[in-house]
């Protein structure tokens, strides 16, 4: 009889247990980020919408998922929270005897916040960045940002301008040449009376005549172009670097341009009168002038030229040569 009741009392306990077991539920998740990659580390809180004191605290794992058994068949609140992150909450109910799943997105904080932003933030936070890098020296660092500010060129209204001149100078600082180019063509293409971006696409073309001698002649062009028009748009009365027009007679000399190389070589002389190589430049074009002797007014013009560079600096190397021109014409 005791074995029987002992038989009967273990039954009973085995029953209870499978009819208990079988009530609970089992629930998991999947954690994502914006770009729908796991999140780790996430501390997710199960609350029963029934028994508001039953709460677990969990943690997703490295594949962004975390799973609770044992839990009644009830709705459960579900918290997701990480430094970081969007804090997300969902509901799920948990049917009896079987295991649910429910899908989590956490978006990240700065994600959140760009979505909330309008082009014209986006363009000009990335502006104020490239901006802060290039006080920082950073300068490859900063043209990064400039051309994410410049995504979007109608965003950065005024600054537009402003951006493309200081990507350039970034550029051409860094020796790049021909994205600098690009960037002041662009410039002056927004403010066609930038006499100093003319100035310097002009020395950029001089610069790629250089490292580009299959085109040297197009970049001569081009440099000359550059440099007569931010000699056209420089403000009156201000003063000029009296390379400029001297730069501008040089490249002259290399379309064999004698006229428009003297003409410069004057210009820079107007600038400083004891300017050593505009002065020098102009004597030899003068002499390579074919038949001048028979020119009578350019010939007295340049043997004016000649008699003063010989005053000025009669040890010269070039001095004795020019003596003996001037012998030649006399």
């Not at 605290?57 to 609770?68: D, H, S, Y």
């Not at 001569?220 to 028009?229: F, G, Q, S």
Request: contains cysteine.
């Amino acid at each position: 009889m005791r074995k029987y009741l002992l038989f009967s009392l273990v039954a009973m306990m085995c029953f209870a247990f499978l009819l208990l077991a079988d009530t609970r539920g089992r629930l998991t998740g999947n954690v994502v980020d914006e770009k729908g990659e796991p999140l780790a580390g996430v501390k997710v809180t199960l609350k029963d919408s029934k028994y508001e004191s039953f709460q677990k605290i969990l943690e997703t794992n490295e594949k962004g998922r975390f799973e609770q058994s044992g839990l009644q068949p009830h709705i459960f609140k579900i918290l997701c929270e990480k430094e970081g992150y969007a804090t997300v909450e969902a509901e799920k109910k948990v049917r009896m005897g079987y295991s649910v799943h429910i899908d989590l997105q956490m978006p990240s904080l700065e994600w959140v916040q760009q979505q909330s932003e309008t082009p014209r933030d986006v363009a000009a936070k990335a502006y104020n960045q490239a901006l802060d890098l290039l006080e920082q020296g950073k300068g490859s660092e900063a043209i990064e940002y400039f051309r994410k500010a410049l995504e979007n060129e109608d965003a950065l209204g005024k600054d537009l301008y402003k951006a493309y001149k200081l990507m350039g100078k970034t550029f051409f600082d860094n020796n790049e040449q021909k994205d600098a180019r690009l960037c002041f063509e662009k410039v002056v293409e927004l403010k066609p009376d930038d006499f100093a971006s003319y100035f310097l696409l002009g020395k950029i073309h001089d610069k790629l005549r250089e490292e580009d001698m299959d085109n040297e002649d197009y970049h001569v062009e081009k440099a000359i172009m550059y440099w007569e028009k931010g000699f056209e748009n420089f403000p009156k009365g201000q003063p000029m670097d009296r390379t400029i027009p001297f730069n501008i007679g040089i490249l002259y000399t290399k379309q064999n341009n004698t006229d428009k190389a003297i003409e410069w070589f004057k210009q820079a002389m107007e600038i400083d009168e004891k300017f050593h190589d505009a002065h020098m430049q102009l004597a030899i074009q003068y002499m390579v002038i074919p038949d001048i002797t028979s020119k009578a007014e350019l010939k007295k013009e340049a043997v004016g030229y000649l008699e003063s560079y010989i005053a000025l600096y009669p040890n010269d190397p070039l001095t004795p040569s020019f003596k003996e021109t001037l012998k030649q014409w006399k």
